[in-house]
């Protein structure tokens, strides 16, 4: 059974860091594409960043770009989203997401992505 099982969330405080991970488990990461999206309370789910195949091409929201860096170890199965100078509007659940159909590029769109694991909780307060 195809799984993404995201961790690593937890309660910070402004301007501090978080890695999170998202590890795969029933198939392999290599031949799908990652995204992260978040949700805070009452809003939309938005895509933060994601990550090529390869690891070659990124995106990045532009209200997370210089904070935010994805990466993705293939050889773990597992991508990570480091999340540096946190801000309180960063508050919200982060998932991670796989799809198959994009081989050299990635997008942020939630409809670009099939598989989606539960999300983790990230809060940024003092």
């Known amino acids: 059974q195809l799984q993404l099982v995201e961790s690593g969330g937890g309660l910070v405080q402004p301007g501090g860091s978080l890695r999170l991970s998202c590890a795969a488990s029933?198939?392999?990461?290599?031949?799908?594409?990652i995204g992260w999206f978040r949700q805070a309370p009452g809003k939309e789910r938005e895509g933060v960043s994601c990550i090529s195949r390869s690891g070659g091409s990124t995106n990045y929201a532009d209200s997370v770009k210089g904070r935010f860096t994805i990466s993705r170890d293939n050889a773990k199965n597992t991508v990570y989203l480091q999340i540096n100078s946190l801000k309180p509007e960063d508050t919200a659940v982060y998932y991670c997401?796989?799809?198959?159909?994009?081989?050299?590029?990635?997008?942020?769109?939630?409809?670009?992505?099939?598989?989606w694991g539960q999300g983790t909780q990230v809060t940024v307060s003092s």
């Open positions: 997401a796989a799809d198959s159909s994009f081989i050299r590029l990635c997008v942020l769109s939630r409809s670009g992505y099939r598989y």
């Open positions: 029933g198939f392999t990461l290599d031949y799908y594409t």
